[in-house]
Nanobody, 114 residues
Framework: VQLQASGGGLVQAGGSLRLSCAAS????????MAWHRQAPGKRRELVSN???????HYVDSVKGRFTISRDNAKKTVYLQMNSLKPEDTAVYYC?????????WGQGTQVTVSS
């Protein structure tokens, strides 16, 4: 099983980034997919998730700015991040969860400069 996250980088406040997480080795359509993040010195937090049926949820701090989506044919989950703020700076991790399995990607760094 592999979750390959990409799309992170350095962006100015107010800018946008699109994260991608390509999965292999799992029946992607059966999995709930999520993005978590961990800032320096802070605990990892759930940013957004999208279930197998396409229902999504967001942490309050990103509502209206971030959009999660999935493409089951490509086995990929995306996180479109707009109006980025310095407090969004963190390592972003992709997560795939089913009733019996829980997999994590390697993380991609997002840095937002003020």
């Amino acid at each position: 099983v592999q979750l390959q996250a990409s799309g992170g980088g350095l962006v100015q406040a107010g800018g946008s980034l699109r994260l991608s997480c390509a999965a292999s080795g799992i029946t992607f359509s059966n999995y709930n997919m999520a993005w978590h993040r961990q800032a320096p010195g802070k605990r990892r937090e759930l940013v957004s998730n999208i279930d197998a049926g396409g229902i999504s949820h967001y942490v309050d701090s990103v509502k209206g700015r971030f959009t999660i989506s999935r493409d089951n044919a490509k086995k990929t989950v995306y996180l479109q991040m707009n109006s980025l703020k310095p407090e969004d700076t963190a390592v972003y991790y992709c997560n795939a969860r089913s009733w019996s399995n829980d997999y994590w990607g390697q993380g991609t760094q997002v840095t937002v400069s003020s």
